[in-house]
Every structure is written in structure tokens, then in C-alpha cells.
Nanobody, 119 residues
Framework: QVQLVESGGGLVQPGASLRLSCTSS????????MGWYRQAPGKQRELVAT???????NVVDSVKGRFTISRDGAKNTVYLQMNSLKPEDTAVYSC?????????????WGQGTQVTVSS
């Protein structure tokens, strides 16, 4: 069982930065793909960024150039650095760990952290 704990959310003004952290219960990055998702009120959850077990990073077009994903294996932590925040970035951000094993997908989620961008 993998446990994920997010932190770092809060209320910020447009243009500000935040860094979200997702700490896992163990050393999983070598076998799990990690992702950040977000869900705004009344909307479906959407993918924001991923980093594969091999370390390949990707962010979706809507946040490209503003958000970056990284990880620190020594700290068992994945980060989402969010710069130039906009009101439309307001959402609950959740961390996800996923891997394939013998044709079956295993997924774990954190509890989420609220990010509110407002003046």
C-alpha cells in the first residue's frame, strides 16, 4: 500500500507562486509514475503534470511554461512548482502514483490540497 500526502496549497494572489509537495510512504519513484491532477469546482479532474519512473517529465499545454514537476528520491517527494498563477488555476490538487504490474494498473491518490488564486 502506498500512502501519499500533499502539502503546500493555500490562498495566493494572481501572479504569485506556490510549490506543492507530495510525499510518499516509501521509495516508490523507481517503479511508479507520479502525477499531479487538479479538480476545479463543477469540473472534472484533469491531469496537470507527470513524471515517469524513468524521470521523464511532462506538463499539459495549459500550464506549460508556468508549472514544472520534479522529484527528490532521497525525500520520497514529488513537487509541483507553480508560477504566474491565474484564477483559473484554482482547484484541489491531488497527487497520484501509478504502475503497471502483470497487465494490471495500480493507482494510489493523496487527499488533495486546495489552491485558491484570487485578488
Amino acid at each position: 500500500q502506498v500512502q501519499l500526502v500533499e502539502s503546500g496549497g493555500g490562498l495566493v494572489q494572481p501572479g504569485a507562486s506556490l510549490r506543492l509537495s507530495c510525499t510518499s510512504s516509501g521509495s516508490i519513484f523507481s517503479i511508479y509514475n507520479m502525477g499531479w491532477y487538479r479538480q476545479a469546482p463543477g469540473k472534472q479532474r484533469e491531469l496537470v503534470a507527470t513524471i515517469t519512473s524513468g524521470g521523464i517529465e511532462n506538463v499539459v499545454d495549459s500550464v506549460k511554461g508556468r508549472f514544472t514537476i520534479s522529484r527528490d528520491g532521497a525525500k520520497n517527494t514529488v513537487y509541483l512548482q507553480m508560477n504566474s498563477l491565474k484564477p483559473e488555476d484554482t482547484a484541489v490538487y491531488s497527487c497520484n502514483a501509478q504502475r503497471w504490474n502483470r497487465g494490471r494498473s495500480y493507482e494510489y491518490w493523496g487527499q488533495g490540497t486546495q489552491v485558491t488564486v484570487s485578488s
